[in-house]
């Protein structure tokens, strides 16, 4: 099966990928894909961009008809930075429907039969299949990291604030972050060194490294090959010389994971509230559905959410004051074999509430050629030492296999 | 001079005001103007909106070149849920350059030669000119309760957040607020009451109200005429049976204003990137001076402003435990009469930063056909009890003149 597009032009690769909405006019798409390799300079990279940033002169529809049409005049900062770093904005990407949960027509880059996840699903998909040599999408749920784990590639996800939101549409103000896709830990670092403001924190001590585990219960419903990529990871961070600490059973995650589900729903009712009762026959039935299930979260409910992902936070801190990241699943599952749905974003709820940077990290190809992922949760704006650990981790992930 | 404009075409009016850039196609201008009385119905409501606020199918231009030809596919929900309530949208109205300092064509309306001030220039002046019952704007220094102030009106600037955000060109996050024009108490308050979520907390005692008021040494730059005025309206909150409250020098709202300063700079400075970078030539002077300034405000200054921010709305709420209301000048000067600036926000910065209500009441015209304005803060979320002492002190702030 064809992953990766070397010997590919871009026109044939994309033809089945589905992955743009809109390809930039100087695009030369009969020719090959240039840049399979892992790492490129930004002065080489081409970006791929989630059709929620504004990029002027481009389309940006936000994955709604309602949006037909719509060409705004400027640029997302985070973009425009990435322009003026050299990278080449290679077209708009695939979104689902205002970043909720109706999947676009993209496949999966590694089997085409499974979904690239959403809602960042283009962007992670072209990195995958070696279109681009990086991606931009956004998280409220687990739209960055999901994706990047079910295209088998790297999804860094920055502090919360530490990428301009200007340009971007927000569906949920509490939540909504930015994050980057690429093909190495290098690549994301690169991409996120010029569009987030990632604090210049000193990084703890070089090694030995602690890394957290919560006991499998919060994951039960985790399939098994997720739950054996986790436990093939413990034995590397021992391997790599690290220190793996058992947190406990980590139930405060299911809370937290119910706090977010009630942020989100609630924030996004009110994001939409014109498109919803001015547009009401081009909204999905799926959205619909969430949007009248959302309506019945009380602002009491939601005040009470927002406080208790504040206290949330408070207690991630206390926890990782001892630590220096946490592993947990990129996602629950390997990539379902279906395009109907983009997966669930169960696991990635409460890191999305927690305000944590997050990266995800592809193990070799499990089943079906489909890679699994760790991820790694470090503490507010602990960006910079995340990365640190990821690089030192990556190649020992990447070999993860099931026996 | 002709202020209202009952026996008045629309057309003649607009066509010295200059308030309206867009009007809407179903608008007879032909027509008098309908509603020259302090309340109406919101049924019955006509609403200037600042063009700083999306409407779908309207051009929208933030008060810059760059985005000529800009027309939103939806709009604002400040803006859609007046309309849901029955209020016509009127059109858009003339805003400062980015709702920063580089004047419109907008004059006053009780004086032409004198500036009606910005940025929410025109939806003050047309609402002052009886053209609209209502105006909506946003104020990131002052840009609600000045020009509300020169033009004559009632401004009222709801708490920090009680406004949705959704379809408005964010120059300053931590500072940016929408806020509503009327011709009376009454009138905002029934705009207000739709457009914003205002917390439904218990009213302090009926009477007699405390309000405070510091001694005018922090205002010393004011000019006499509002000096008098707030003398005049201590002897009338006497009269009233209310109780003066001596609040000392406030000196601390001299830093605060300067961290409002810092926090706006830096901010617009970020929100503007792409704007500066890539629309230079369509930049005015006036901004492009004012970001190089802001451009030296470092990322240090920046958080040092926004924590003591942060220890001013504890203070404030601290000193307003004992008080209903602070009243202070809704604006240093009566209208400079100038169309070449809009006037100064110096003494409306420490409030917007402190993201407590404020309302400012128009007194009898002092000088020049110009009516002068008392400004009365609440504590933070205290936006009823705040109406209910301005409806009681409406009319006698109207009776202050000038001896």
Known sequence: MKIRSENMSFASREKTLKAFVHIADDVDTSANCAEGNATVP?????????????VAGMPTGFGSPIY?????????????????????????TVTTEFATFKPGPTVNPQNSAHTPGGSS??????????????????????????????????????TMGCVSRNGLKVISPSLDRAGVFGRSVQAVSDLAGV?????????????????????????????SATQQTLQAYK?????????????????????????????????????????????????SDQLSAY?????????????????????????????????????????????????????????????????????????APLQNNLKGAVQLVAGFGQDL????IAKQHEMRVAEIGLS
Chains 1, 2 share one sequence.
Not at 385 to 388: A, G, K, P
């Open 385 to 388: 030492n995340l990365l640190e």
């Open 195 to 223: 569009i987030a403001d990632l604090p210049k924190i000193a990084k703890s001590a070089d090694a030995p490294r602690r890394i957290g585990f919560f006991e499998d219960e919060t994951w039960a419903d985790a399939d």
């Open 68 to 92: 037909d049409g719509n060409t705004p005049v400027t640029t997302a900062e985070a973009v425009r930075r990435a322009k003026s770093a050299g990278v080449k904005v290679v077209g708009k």
């Open 121 to 158: 699903s283009g962007s992670a998909a072209s990195v995958g299949a070696g279109l681009v040599s990086h991606g931009i999408g956004t998280q409220t749920a687990g739209s960055v990291i999901r994706p990047a784990a079910y295209c088998g590639v790297v999804g860094f996800l920055p």
């Open 235 to 283: 034995s590397k961070v021992a391997e790599a010389g690290d220190v793996v600490v058992n947190l406990g059973n980590g139930k405060i995650l299911l809370d937290l994971i119910q706090a977010q589900s009630d942020v989100m729903g609630f924030e996004a009712l009110n994001s939409l509230e014109d498109e919803l009762t001015n547009h009401e026959a081009l909204i």
């Open 291 to 363: 949007c009248a299930e959302a309506a019945g979260i009380t602002p009491e409910k939601y005040a009470t959410a927002l406080e208790f992902g504040q206290a949330g936070r408070v207690w991630i801190e206390t926890l990782l004051a001892n630590l220096d990241a946490i592993a947990s699943p990129s996602a629950k599952t390997l990539p379902p074999a279906t395009l109907a749905s983009t997966g669930d974003p169960y696991v990635n709820r409460a890191w999305s509430l927690l305000h944590t940077p997050c990266i995800t990290l592809p193990t």
């Open 42 to 54: 930004l002065s080489k990279a081409t970006l791929a961009v989630k059709d929620l940033f504004d």
